[in-house]
Nanobody, 110 residues
Framework: QLEESGGGLVQAGGSLRLSCVAS????????MGWFRQAPGKERESVAI????????HYADSVKGRFTISRDNAKNTVYLQMNSLKPEDTAVYYC?????WGKGTQVTVSS
């Protein structure tokens, strides 16, 4: 099971840090990812991190603003989001293997 937290309402230019905690399984065996889905749009990949954190990949739309990281000892993956824009508004989901979290809402006001 994966559980996201840290979403909320923030003004444009602000920051949020999302967390994804796993229970019942170890995250260290998995490449982990953050995805998002805005109303009326398909779910898209935001950031991916490999099992030990030494390789990451970002969507072009978030490069330079978002940072994905992980702490396998805490069974947690993070997404630091800076310089947020209204177009970042979406439900953000954590993924590992075939398991998805329920999502956390991020709303950026202009």
């Amino acid at each position: 099971q994966l559980e996201e937290s840290g979403g909320g309402l923030v003004q444009a230019g602000g920051s949020l840090r999302l967390s994804c905690v796993a229970s019942g399984r170890s995250l260290s065996d998995y490449t982990m990812g953050w995805f998002r889905q805005a109303p009326g749009k398909e779910r898209e990949s935001v950031a991916i991190i490999n099992w030990n954190g030494d390789a990451t990949h970002y969507a072009d739309s978030v490069k330079g603003r978002f940072t994905i990281s992980r702490d396998n000892a805490k069974n947690t993956v993070y997404l630091q989001m800076n310089s947020l824009k209204p177009e970042d508004t979406a439900v953000y989901y954590c993924n590992g293997g075939v398991v998805w979290g329920k999502g956390t809402q991020v709303t950026v006001s202009s």
